[in-house]
């Protein structure tokens, strides 16, 4: 912990055009948050720090991105892309407020930690006015290069403007600084651009510093820390370092995960123990998973909480607003959105529940779909405790199954059920003893003939349908319209 103030500029204006895409480069996901949330992310936070935010001309959204991330963010527009230094300065006002340490990253270097961020302050805490991360680069290609002699760090040198023995240098600048505070303006103020480029270079803040006496000091840490990302090739690789990083974490905090590479996990993914993950699971933003719960291969949850013990998949998905209580069971191609379900519901298979409540122990049946929009609007479905909604049935919302109701296979159901009622809604079944095997025999040789009872069909049909005709005899042996209807009249009316 520091008890010296800080300040942490993020510079977000760069345009990203190499990412071939219509969405700014630092709104861009790893592991299902924007590249510039994890950076903010990194950043000290608390007491006696703060945050500025360098974004493009008519960038809002990486403002509102910014501040979503951090309400006690300040926006800076740097309205011209004059280089790293210039955006830097764009934060002039924020800087000038005097924070003892400021510190300085890049929006698209998604995989900087906050440890990293903090051991930068180390060499500012021992006198140095500038302190830089490098890193050893397996292809140094692009980077700027550290200049050291011995551990002074003398300079750092753009690939551009580099001499053939500087090139051959393998230390690398992250691209991450620290200024002291007290000398921070001084030297930012004294930046030119006589170089290659003719852009305002802040990696000059190291000969500058020299110049003035002041001491630079460069950190070293690991190059997938500071990956820079330029490519949807590189933003790809990130995620696999990121994904690594955090099934890691996963596993040092007992989570099983029974086949790491297969599993995606978010920054923000909670575990409590005994949590088992199988192959092939995707974990979107904000999931809690309470202890003991399992989640069955396949499954895709974004924005949910699991419950103590509950069960997901396998190929469930469990999407924005899903609330699993202790011991539910969402079972196969089952889909929950905006739903609550009690302790002990149980969803096995192949259902739609979205905007819902669903009471502790209620029961729903395979094929079971609430059908929340009309075209026009959402509404929502209640399912009292205990409910038991039997297969294939429609609950059209709004509306309400009340507590310990059956709700009969294959209805749909417009209308709310009372507690403990029976609501059914289906035609009435027919059927024609022996029907079948005069219409096998019929087919296999002309031996007898349909409608007309064969010998061993000796009792009489209590339900009559009508005789098939000669015209209808190739037809499969469906109910005609008026039949079901004569049926109908004389069942006794149903509860609806
Ligand atoms: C920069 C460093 C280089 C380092 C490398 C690490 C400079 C001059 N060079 O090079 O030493 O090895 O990063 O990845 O700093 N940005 C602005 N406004 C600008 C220019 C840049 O906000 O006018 C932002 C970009 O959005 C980006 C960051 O600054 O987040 C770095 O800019 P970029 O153009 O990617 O610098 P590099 O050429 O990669
Ligand atoms: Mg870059």
């Known amino acids: 912990m520091q008890n010296k103030s800080s300040l942490t500029i993020v510079l977000a204006a760069g345009e990203g055009t190499r990412m071939r895409s219509k969405l700014p480069k630092v709104l861009h996901p790893v592991a299902g948050q924007s590249l510039l949330a994890h950076v ?68 698209d270097t998604p995989l900087i930690s906050a440890a990293t961020l903090e051991r930068m302050r180390t060499p500012l805490n021992g006198g140095a006015a500038v302190a830089v991360l490098g890193f050893r680069a397996a292809d140094p290609t692009g980077y700027g290069r550290l200049l050291l002699n011995g551990d002074r760090l003398i300079a750092i040198r753009e690939e551009a403007d580099a001499s053939e023995a500087e090139r051959k240098v393998r230390l690398c600048n992250a691209g991450v600084m620290a200024l002291d505070g007290k000398t921070a303006l001084k030297i930012l103020d004294r930046i030119g651009k006589a170089n290659k480029k003719n852009e305002y270079y802040l990696p000059d803040a190291v000969a500058i510093a020299n110049e003035l006496g002041l001491k630079a000091a460069a950190i070293e840490t690991d190059e997938d820390e500071v990956r820079g990302i330029n490519t949807k090739a590189q933003l790809a690789e990130a995620e696999q370092v990121m994904q690594t990083r955090l099934c890691q974490q996963a596993l040092d905090a007992g989570v099983t995960i029974i086949a790491p590479e297969t599993v995606f996990l978010a920054t923000d993914t909670t575990f409590g123990s005994d949590v088992v993950i199988e192959p092939f699971v995707v974990i979107g933003p904000g999931v809690t998973i309470a202890d003991g719960a399992v989640i069955h291969s396949f499954s895709h949850v974004s924005h949910a909480t699991i419950g103590k013990n509950a069960s997901v998949g396998p190929y469930a998905r469990l999407r924005p607003g899903t609330s699993l209580g202790e011991g539910v069971r969402i079972g196969n191609f089952v889909e929950v959105k905006a739903a609550t379900l009690g302790a002990g519901a149980k969803a096995n298979h192949l259902s739609y529940i979205g905007d819902a409540s669903v009471g502790a122990n209620a029961n729903i049946g395979a094929g079971t779909i609430t059908c929340n929009y009309d075209g026009f609007g959402k509404h929502r479905t209640e399912i009292g405790a205990g409910a038991f909604i039997g297969t294939n049935s429609s609950l059209v919302a709004p509306v309400k199954i009340g507590v310990g109701a059956y709700i009969g296979s294959g209805s749909v ?79 006794p009316k149903r509860a609806r």
Do not use: C, Y
């Open 40 to 107: 903010v992310g990194a950043a000290p936070k608390g007491k006696g720090t703060s945050l500025a935010v360098v974004v493009g001309p008519d960038r809002q959204d990486v403002a509102d991105e910014a501040r979503r991330v951090r309400a006690d963010a300040d926006v800076f527009v740097q309205t011209e892309r004059l280089g790293t230094a210039h955006a830097v300065l764009a934060a002039r006002a924020a800087i000038a407020k005097g924070a003892d340490h400021i510190l300085i990253a890049f929006g």
């Open 413 to 491: 159901v417009t209308r709310n059920v009372p507690d403990d009622a029976l609501a059914l809604e289906r035609s009435e079944q027919t059927v024609r003893p022996g029907w079948a095997k005069r219409f096998r025999e019929m087919k296999q040789g002309g031996k007898g003939k349909p409608g007309v009872k064969s010998e061993t069909d000796k009792k009489p049909a209590k339900m009559k349908g009508p005789a098939v005709s000669a015209k209808t005899a190739n037809k499969p042996p469906v109910k005609k319209a008026a039949s079901k209807a004569a049926s109908r009249k004389k069942t």
